[in-house]
């Protein structure tokens, strides 16, 4: 399975960013889909994730900012960042049964 993440950019607080992530080279039937992050100096953690038949998970600090969804016919997970802080800095990954892992897309809020 491949992963490619897209959409990161830099935005200024408050404003909204939505990541995508594609899967390709088998079925998209990985029941777990997610997205973690990792600050600079900062390990990486968890953000939010979703099964294949739409159950939702998120880190608490992302709770009511942050919605994931998945495209099952598109093989696409995505993201929607709404009312960014510059702590959500960071490269996000997506990942599939946290077996396999996109590149990661940086994403930068400035304040």
């Known amino acids: 399975v491949q992963l490619q993440a897209s959409g990161g950019g830099l935005v200024q607080a408050g404003e909204s960013l939505r990541l995508s992530c594609t899967a390709s080279?088998?079925?998209?039937?990985?029941?777990?889909m997610g997205w973690f992050r990792q600050a600079p100096g900062k390990e990486r953690e968890f953000v939010a994730s979703i099964s294949w038949s739409g159950s939702t998970a998120y880190e608490d600090s992302v709770k009511g900012r942050f919605t994931i969804s998945r495209d099952n016919a598109k093989n696409t997970v995505y993201l929607q960042m709404n009312s960014l802080k510059p702590e959500d800095t960071a490269v996000y990954y997506c990942t599939a049964d946290a077996s396999y892992w996109g590149k990661g897309t940086l994403v930068t809020v400035s304040s």
């Open positions: 080279g088998r079925t998209f039937s990985s029941n777990f």
